[in-house]
T-cell receptor, first 117, second 115 residues
């Protein structure tokens, strides 16, 4: 089975400061990794995903994440945040193998990013 | 392309009733997944349908069921509602063909309140 742990439930940060949202996963098999963002009263939007290849993945809105297999981590970073980045962020995994696991994302509990002026 | 749409956006029901939620995927997508989001349990996978067949199922009781139509639209049904079923129900669509690599696109959700 897979599990995802987001190490911080809330991260307050001032506008234009850098931020890191931490995500660790546990799995006995290879996984694909995702970061989603959820704005109030909206569904989830994909920020970025790691499938294979370069461990540094760039996404939308200036976000990037680094896959570290040895530490089973996939931390999300942004060098300078804006007020509009205030939202809830979810890390998720899905198994690599076969179509039987398509469509099933395992999510972490979420991290609320609060950007202050 | 139009995004994933879910109807209704809000629902209020009483315990013991049943409810049906609808999801229309992005045109061309054949996979629809359903998730339950609550403050306590977070986002939990309910089930996934692909070409009218349930391909994946989470750990929810049999009161939760779903189906998919030939046009890929999907419905989920919850029977004998309990207070704990109050949640945001999200559906997501994808091509369903890429073995987990394709992106799931989420709808805005249906907020179900059980009184």
């Amino acid at each position: 089975a897979q599990s995802v742990t987001q190490l911080d439930s809330q991260v307050p940060v001032f506008e234009e400061a850098p931020v890191e949202l931490r995500c660790n996963y546990s799995s006995s098999v290879s996984v694909y990794l995702f970061w989603y963002v959820q704005y109030p009263n909206q569904g989830l939007q994909l920020l970025l995903k790691y499938l294979s290849g370069s461990t540094l993945v760039k996404g939308i809105n200036g976000f990037e994440a680094e896959f570290n297999k040895s530490q089973t981590s996939f931390h999300l970073r942004k060098p300078s945040v804006h007020i509009s980045d205030t939202a809830e962020y979810f890390c998720a995994v899905t198994r690599v193998h076969g179509s039987s696991n398509t469509g099933k994302l395992i999510f972490g509990q979420g991290t609320t990013l609060q950007v202050k002026p | 392309k139009a995004g994933v749409t879910q109807t209704p956006r809000y629902l209020i029901k009483t315990r013991g009733q049943q409810v049906t939620l609808s999801c229309s995927p992005i045109s061309g997508h054949r996979s629809v997944s359903w998730y339950q989001q609550t403050p306590g349990q977070g986002l939990q996978f309910l089930f996934e349908y692909f070409s009218e067949t349930q391909r994946n199922k989470g750990n929810f009781p049999g009161r939760f069921s779903g189906r998919q139509f030939s046009n890929s639209r999907s419905e989920m049904n919850v029977s004998t509602l309990e207070l704990g079923d109050s949640a945001l129900y999200l559906c997501a669509s994808s091509s369903g063909l890429a073995g987990g690599t394709d992106t799931q696109y989420f709808g805005p959700g249906t907020r179900l309140t059980v009184l």
